[in-house]
């Protein structure tokens, strides 16, 4: 995971200028904490609810309420219109357990007489499900429900490099003394730095739910354990001379690229687009969009639970009046925040594509997405070498057309609709942020989470150079 100073103290939170109106977004998060890969089926838990409730607070506060500093042209601060919002989610125990519950609203009118709804008056968006990311929260193996040939085989690739290798042999005697420790999950042989992830995985969840694992299991080590998990997932999501590898980011630039165009084909009348996924997608994104250059390597490391994506469709005037500005009137922002966000903790604005500006004209995003967005059923299935299933049907007519492969294609073809179901295996969809409190209303819980312990740099300390000692018992 990536360190609790991913964003401050270096940059400031965005505040959007007094001059600009947004006119759309697309918000891609993950979601929120839950139970360890390695002891499936993954649960969502109640810190998860309360962790994704609290950042979709922050972005309704922000972009949708009727006081928001930031309001989107146009939107329905109380009363959901659901022609404005695009929400979906997977067939996933964790994902979908994402999605079910109350979103946005507060209160309605009914011949003159206010009415509140149930919940303190939040209100059910419909959420659209998809075949796509089935299970994938209860996958271990980064590629595992991909589906997608040649991004499978670039990955594997990373098992054959002299840096796995080397890494392999190095931190052996690291990961055995964790045996102890996690014996009951994984056997004497998968012990090691090739199953980096999981045993991170189950680590970190114990760290934040066991309260007897700090006693005796050190800063250091969990620090190590992220940095080596970070570095071992990062190589298997991107790799700069094999696209393919990043699949997961290429479908993930169409559905971005679609989200927004849709705000500029209805002229405003569809305005928020919100979407679940595995961090796979944002470690893949994060290599192709050339974010792995900003603030010192900063983005080389998985995302913390909750964490979000932001992309801000707007034009630099303050009011938008009877029409819908031109395209070349239009610009997009990036913002990203590590983990939950709320006002005391906000997103930031970062430069895409390498460049120093954080501000893009439409069209020169437009055209620097598409060098790597795979949009179309027909580019998915050329650049990943499918010829079976859904596949077969394509591949007809796709001879002797010239249909681009997007992760390889670095001329910047057109992209067709995100094709949900099909393309999206790694773009695990869910729904608004604000929905996963559900549990926590009803129930009147309330949620304790303990201290997170503080991390590294996600580049450094993989060669364990602070002590790392671990006396944890079983049981």
């Known amino acids: 995971m990536l360190s609790s100073t991913f964003l401050l103290p270096l940059l400031l939170p965005l505040t959007t200028s ?39 607070t922050y972005f309704r506060n922000r972009y949708v309420a009727p006081d928001a500093p930031s309001r989107v042209a146009g939107v329905s601060g109380d009363l959901v219109e659901y022609a404005q919002i695009t929400a979906s989610a997977p067939l996933d125990t964790v994902l979908m357990g994402s999605a079910q519950g109350p979103t946005v609203g507060s ?67 690291f990961y055995e003394s964790l045996t102890p420790l996690i014996n009951a999950t994984f056997d004497a ?29 050190t800063n250091s080590t969990l620090s190590r354990l992220s940095n080596l998990a970070n570095h071992h997932e990062f190589n298997l999501a991107y790799n700069t001379s094999a696209p393919i590898r990043a699949v997961a980011g290429s479908t993930l630039a169409a559905q971005i690229l679609q989200g927004l ?22 470690l893949s994104f994060f290599g192709l969009a050339d974010l792995t250059t900003v ?36 610009q997009v922002r990036f913002l990203f925040h590590n983990g939950t966000t709320d006002e005391g903790s906000q997103p930031v ?26 949009g179309s059923q027909a580019q998915w299935c050329k650049a990943c070498g499918n010829s079976t299933g859904v596949c077969a049907s394509a591949a007809a007519s796709m001879e002797g057309a010239d249909v681009g492969d997007g992760a390889s294609n670095r001329e910047g073809r057109g992209v067709a609709g995100a094709v949900a179901g099909t393309i999206g295996a790694m773009v695990t969809l869910a729904v608004v942020l604000a ?41």
């Open 261 to 282: 165009n849709n705000t500029i084909a209805t002229q405003g009348k569809s305005k928020i687009t919100v979407e679940f996924g595995a961090y796979a997608s944002f």
């Open 189 to 217: 042989e998968d012990i090691s730095y090739k199953n980096a992830y999981t045993i991170f995985d189950l680590l970190n969840v114990a760290s934040i739910h066991n309260a007897s694992i700090p006693n005796s299991f």
């Open 107 to 173: 209160e309605t009118l009914r011949d003159g007489r206010i009415v509140r709804a149930p919940l303190d008056g939040y209100q059910l968006i419909p959420i659209q499900t998809v075949t796509s990311g089935a299970g994938s929260e209860d996958t271990a193996w980064l590629q595992g429900s991909s589906n997608c040939a040649q991004a499978i085989v670039s990955s594997n690739e990373y098992f054959s490099s002299s840096d796995y290798s080397n890494l392999l042999a190095s931190t052996g005697d």
């Open 349 to 374: 604005a970062y430069p895409l594509f390498g460049q120093q500006a954080t501000e893009l004209n439409w069209r020169d995003f437009e055209a620097r997405m598409k060098r790597f967005a795979i």
């Open 295 to 330: 603030a010192g390597g900063m983005f080389y490391g998985i995302p913390d639970y909750a964490s979000t994506m932001t992309f801000e469709l707007f034009t630099a005037t303050d009011t938008v009046e009877r029409s819908f500005p031109n395209v070349e009137d239009l």
């Open 18 to 56: 007094a001059a600009e109106t947004v006119l759309g977004l697309y918000i891609f998060s993950r979601h929120g904490d839950r139970t360890p890969k390695s002891i499936p089926p993954a649960r969502l838990t109640h810190l998860g609810y309360s962790q994704s409730f609290t950042s979709g």
């Open 435 to 475: 929905v996963e409190g559900a549990v926590l209303l009803l129930a009147g819980l309330r949620v304790v989470r303990k201290n997170r312990w503080g991390r590294d740099d996600i580049r450094d300390g993989m060669d364990g150079s602070e002590s790392a000692t671990l006396s944890v018992r079983k049981g």
